[in-house]
């Protein structure tokens, strides 16, 4: 089962032409998001970019410094920035209880596709798509 607090770390986000997802997590009391490398092919590590999250029906810019590792192979950018995207809700990081053949859930916006938040109980965030595995 997907909880609301796993859902509403799922946000939709794009730079130029290119469109993606990614989900916050919390570390130390601050607030990254974390992404497909491959979205950001040009991204440098330690540089500083403005992408954009999908919020109330529009785009909003976000100013991040990225990091990325330094081994291409690695699928994962990070970003860092000021303050907090949604609702911070409690969640517990770790591989304790996961067996294997037990149900996975993969969040996102598949080709941009999304529902929205109509009813404003997502915090204005659309909905991502759920697939289970």
Same mark, same amino acid.
Not at 18 to 44: C, M, N, P
Not at 61 to 89: K, M, W
């Given at each position: 089962? !997907? *909880? %609301?607090?796993? !859902?509403?770390?799922?946000?939709?986000?794009?730079?130029?032409?290119?469109?993606?997802? $990614?989900?916050?997590?919390?570390? +130390? +009391? #601050?607030?990254?998001?974390?992404? $497909?490398?491959?979205?950001?092919? *040009? /991204?440098?590590?330690?540089?500083?970019?403005? !992408?954009? /999250?999908?919020?109330?029906?529009?785009?909003?810019?976000?100013?991040?410094? $990225? &990091? /990325?590792?330094? %081994?291409?192979?690695?699928?994962?950018? !990070? =970003?860092?920035?000021?303050?907090?995207?949604?609702?911070?809700?409690?969640?517990?990081? &770790?591989?304790?209880?996961?067996?294997?053949?037990?149900?996975?859930?993969?969040? +996102?916006?598949?080709?941009? #596709?999304?529902?929205?938040?109509? %009813? #404003?109980?997502?915090?204005?965030?659309?909905?991502? =798509?759920?697939?289970? +595995?």
């Amino acid at each position: 089962m !997907i *909880t %609301n607090n796993i !859902i509403q770390r799922t946000i939709f986000i794009n730079r130029d032409d290119d469109i993606g997802s $990614a989900f916050t997590i919390e570390k +130390g +009391g #601050k607030q990254y998001l974390i992404s $497909a490398r491959h979205i950001f092919e *040009t /991204v440098d590590d330690n540089e500083e970019i403005e !992408i954009n /999250v999908f919020h109330n029906n529009s785009w909003k810019p976000l100013n991040c410094r $990225a &990091t /990325v590792h330094p %081994n291409e192979d690695i699928d994962i950018i !990070i =970003f860092s920035y000021e303050g907090t995207l949604g609702v911070v809700r409690p969640i517990i990081y &770790t591989t304790d209880g996961i067996d294997l053949g037990q149900d996975t859930y993969f969040l +996102g916006f598949p080709y941009g #596709k999304y529902s929205p938040d109509d %009813n #404003k109980i997502n915090s204005s965030f659309p909905f991502p =798509f759920v697939k289970k +595995g």
